[in-house]
């Protein structure tokens, strides 16, 4: 189990002043100096956070995974096989949202992946994730579509208000895990995950690979220093 850093929110508040700092590229050196695995980044058509110049900064000095979350439009299609990221992530994308708000619905995405959206990288070496919620139907799509890996979206989860709730999500992230598994993807969770969240995901839900967590990490990192934070996540994850 790997733990990748979002780092979006750094970026975000770089804009907010546009003085060029805090810079998100230092901030990835920092969080794989601490042992984070990767680096995951969201560019969005309206490039409020993350921007063109992050992406290529990024491509030449991130050592470990590098995730490009990314809309199937063809702008982002053109710039990530251009980038060659290890790993695409596609999620679903809406101007008017505050953050990613659900996952892939697979049966609107199926036909126009398949056709013009998997072809493109499959030319390459690039591996595909589909973002996905933990239902039965979108994860058998994705293994009918042929995507290397899926992302569970655990965003329901990580809101729910409560115990039953969070029991009951638990369980469909679950069995989410373990039919993608039996189908052959890899599994990967993101979305909503903090520092009291994350512990009860990782006991409860099998062969997750990538956790890809931002901006609860960002936001601790505030208070306790983004080396320190990255450090007690990577302590949850080893079962600390």
């Given at each position: 189990m790997q733990l990748l850093v979002n780092i979006d929110h750094v970026a975000t508040l770089r804009n907010a002043r546009g003085e060029g700092y805090p810079d998100p590229v230092k901030a990835a050196a920092v969080c794989?100096?601490?042992?984070?695995?990767?680096?995951v980044f969201h560019l969005r058509g309206d490039r409020r956070h993350i921007r063109d110049d992050d992406v290529?900064?990024?491509?030449?000095?991130?050592?470990?995974s590098l995730d490009f979350e990314m809309a199937a439009s063809?702008?982002?299609l053109d710039i990530s096989t251009e980038i060659n990221p290890h790993l695409v992530t596609l999620v679903p994308e809406s101007r008017e949202e505050l953050t990613t708000?659900?996952?892939?619905?697979?049966?609107?995405?199926?036909?126009?992946?398949?056709?013009?959206?998997?072809?493109?990288?499959?030319?390459?070496?690039?591996?595909?994730?589909?973002?996905?919620?933990?239902?039965?139907?979108?994860?058998?799509l994705a293994g009918e579509l042929g995507t290397d890996m899926i992302e569970l979206h655990t965003g329901t989860y990580a809101n729910a208000e409560t115990e039953?709730?969070?029991?009951?999500?638990?369980?469909?992230?679950?069995?989410?895990?373990?039919?993608?598994?039996?189908?052959?993807?890899?599994?990967?969770?993101?979305?909503?995950?903090?520092?009291?969240?994350?512990?009860?995901?990782v006991e409860t839900v099998p062969h997750l690979n990538d956790i890809s967590i931002g901006h609860a990490l960002v936001s601790s990192a505030l208070y306790d220093g983004l080396e320190t934070t990255v450090?007690?996540?990577?302590?949850?994850?080893r079962g600390g």
């Open positions: 794989e100096k601490a042992g984070a695995a990767g680096i290529y900064a990024l491509k030449e000095s991130v050592t470990g063809e702008e982002m708000e659900g996952g892939l619905r697979m049966e609107k995405v199926f036909d126009d992946f398949q056709q013009r959206v998997f072809p493109r990288f499959r030319e390459t070496d690039i591996r595909i994730s589909l973002f996905i919620d933990p239902n039965r139907e979108d994860i058998e039953e709730a969070r029991r009951h999500e638990l369980r469909r992230l679950k069995e989410g895990a373990v039919l993608a598994h039996e189908l052959g993807m890899e599994v990967n969770a993101g979305h909503g995950l903090n520092l009291d969240n994350l512990g009860p995901l450090k007690k996540f990577l302590n949850i994850m």
